[in-house]
């Protein structure tokens, strides 16, 4: 079974020899810089060469970005680049790109990808992680409010670059699945309330999600926090998946797995428990094998991997990994 043949038929629920080996997030700089000094290889340094170095199966992510390199930058971390559409029609050159793309490295990917050896992930970014970065994180909320028609000005924008972006890219290779780059609960639950969400964002995922599906390209919704309560808002607009599923944030895959059967899941695995060692790794896995039984789910680390993380215990939850991966489908008839 090729890598993608793998991928496709775990978020389809269908049969498969295991599930996915894959790290969906790349590493923090401090925990690369602590590995290298562990057994990393110092001329490993790319995360698609580490993912490869370390054994995961191949997939690698374009992130594709709305904001030109000559763009300002903001003040400070959290603070805005405009405050009203004059500000908004000022850096306007300096937004949406026209030819963003890496061509050369995406027809590279599209070889292997014929083959089936490479899952490519795309990602863009949302109608809640744009106007957050264009605003300043608490500008931002009181647009909802205060600012609402430049806001839907900004994403009407943005929803015509990602439909521009999602051809180009499907004209060299094809995506496995896309992630809006959102962020847009905490650990309390989502940033925004149902009524600004229909308002703002689900008419621009109901607008491409028919054209990624079009393509045969999952859409999922990345954001970090609890994200228990927004997963019926995404239902309604057609996509299927999210991620990262931080447990820190309280989220139980079992339970949204009870709640929604269907909707596809990456991530999950506690990152805060990896430092432990092997015993509390397992027992991690152990939490999460009945849902990777179910299918529609593939297992990773709930975010990036932090520094306390030494290279060797990584090497133990790989192994773990593998094993856990393996395990899932060995009684697949019984359970899907």
């Known amino acids: 079974m090729t890598t993608i043949e793998r991928f496709k038929n775990v978020m389809d629920f269908k049969p498969t020899d295991r599930l996915p080996v894959i790290e969906f997030a790349p590493w923090w700089t401090l925990t690369i810089e602590r590995w290298l000094g562990e057994g990393l290889p110092k001329e490993i340094q790319d995360a698609g060469e580490i993912r490869d170095y370390l054994g995961l199966d191949c997939y690698r992510q374009l992130w594709v970005t709305c904001i030109g390199e000559d763009c300002p930058s903001p ?51 949302g109608f ?24 839907k000005r900004i994403n009407e924008d943005l929803s015509n670059f990602i439909l521009n972006i999602i051809k180009q890219i499907c ?20 940033m925004l309330s149902k009524d600004c969400f229909d308002e703002f964002l689900a008419p621009h995922y109901k607008c491409i999600v028919p054209v990624l599906k079009k393509y045969d390209i999952i859409p999922f919704v990345d954001s970090d926090g609890d994200v228990t309560a927004i997963i019926p808002w995404l239902k309604e607009t057609g996509i299927e998946g999210i991620l990262p599923l931080e447990r820190q944030a309280g989220v139980d895959v079992a339970q949204i ?42 297992p990773s680390v709930d975010h990036q991997t932090p520094p306390d993380v030494s290279f060797e215990n990584y090497k133990c939850y790989l192994s773990l990994l593998k094993e856990y991966c393996t395990k899932a489908m060995e009684k697949y008839g019984q359970t899907f």
């Open 75 to 125: 003040a400070y971390h959290g603070a805005g680049i405009i405050k009203n559409e004059s500000d908004y029609d000022k850096i306007l050159p300096c937004l949406y790109p026209e030819k963003p793309l890496n061509i050369s490295l995406l027809e590279k990917w599209a070889k292997s990808q014929k083959k089936g050896e490479l899952v490519i992930w795309l990602t863009l970014e």
């Open 128 to 151: 809640f992680w744009h106007p957050r970065v264009l605003f300043g994180i608490e500008n931002h909320l009181y647009a909802f409010y205060d600012n609402g028609k430049l806001m």
């Open 171 to 190: 004209r060299i290779c094809q995506p496995s699945f896309m992630t809006f780059a959102e962020d847009m609960s905490y650990n309390h639950g989502p």
């Open 257 to 298: 797995r009870s709640n929604h059967p269907k909707f596809k899941m990456i991530g999950a695995f506690d990152k805060t428990i990896m430092h432990l060692g092997e015993n509390a790794m397992r027992k991690e896995f152990e939490r999460l094998l009945p849902v990777m039984k179910t299918g529609g789910f593939i």
